[in-house]
């Protein structure tokens, strides 16, 4: 479950099977949040909402990173780890220990990254524009 204040509209979310009942919606399908209520959240083509207890994050992967447009690079400090751009303005890697993707902010502590909302909401907040699927 993603509590309500981890939310933005225009974030990509699915639903748990217990909770799945839109018409013609499948398990695993994705869903981009269009309205955000006090105890529901309403998602882009469907005219029915859900309660924020059947919605989950969807894990962040290579696959995902792709679908937005970032580049994997190998990192040239021979450490064990990815580099993931879209350009050199926004940065992040991945270990190869945890396979956890990772953003340092300059104050030197550093952001995980296990979900697609998670990476599309700090996309918005440090480049103030929507991280969309290329």
């Known amino acids: 479950m993603i509590q309500a204040n981890e939310l933005r509209v225009g974030n990509l979310v ?11 919606a499948g398990k695993d399908e994705t869903f981009c949040i269009s309205e955000i209520k006090e105890e529901v959240v309403k998602f882009k083509g469907f005219h029915t909402s859900e309660l924020y207890s059947g919605i989950e ?4 992967t290579e696959e995902w990173l792709l679908k937005f447009g970032f580049k994997k690079l190998q990192n040239p400090n021979n ?22 993707f990772y953003y340092f902010p ?3 502590n550093r952001i995980t990254l296990k979900s697609v909302h998670q990476l599309q909401n700090l996309y918005f907040a440090l480049k103030r524009t929507e991280l969309t699927i290329k």
């Open 14 to 24: 699915t639903i748990n099977e217990t909770a799945l009942h839109f018409d013609g």
């Open 57 to 60: 994050p969807i894990p962040l």
């Open 79 to 100: 450490t064990p780890s990815l580099i993931w751009k879209i350009d050199w303005t926004f940065v992040f890697v991945q270990s190869i220990f945890d396979d956890l």
């Open 106 to 108: 300059k104050d030197g």
